[in-house]
Nanobody, 114 residues
Framework: QVQLVESGGGLVQAGGSLRLSCAAS????????MGWYRQAPGKQRELVAI???????NYADSVKGRFTISRDSAKNTVSLQMNSLKPEDTAVYYC????????WGQGTQVTVSS
């Protein structure tokens, strides 16, 4: 079982930056994927960015060039640097990890004011 704890959300003005961090703990050998999803009010949860154990990354088109995911597989951590934030980035951001099953963090609120 994997436990995920996020930190780093908050309120920022449009154009600003935030950094989210997530640490995984529990009984597992390795995590094939770690990353971030988000869910805005009234919308479905969507992928933001993921990083595989092999070093590949994948980003939502809406965040390419603005967000950067970084992963430390040795420490089982993943971070998301978010720059040039827009009001439409406002959402609850969830840390995600996959080994045999999918695991989710409790979520952290990111609010971008215009």
């Amino acid at each position: 079982q994997v436990q995920l704890v996020e930190s780093g959300g908050g309120l920022v003005q449009a154009g600003g930056s935030l950094r989210l961090s997530c640490a995984a703990s529990g009984s597992f050998f390795s995590l094939s994927v770690m990353g971030w999803y988000r869910q805005a009010p009234g919308k479905q949860r969507e992928l933001v960015a993921i990083a595989t154990s092999g070093g590949s990354t994948n980003y939502a088109d809406s965040v390419k060039g603005r967000f950067t995911i970084s992963r430390d597989s040795a420490k089982n951590t993943v971070s998301l640097q978010m720059n040039s934030l827009k009001p439409e980035d406002t959402a609850v951001y969830y840390c995600y990890a996959r080994n045999l099953v999918n695991s989710w963090g409790q979520g952290t609120q990111v609010t971008v004011s215009s």
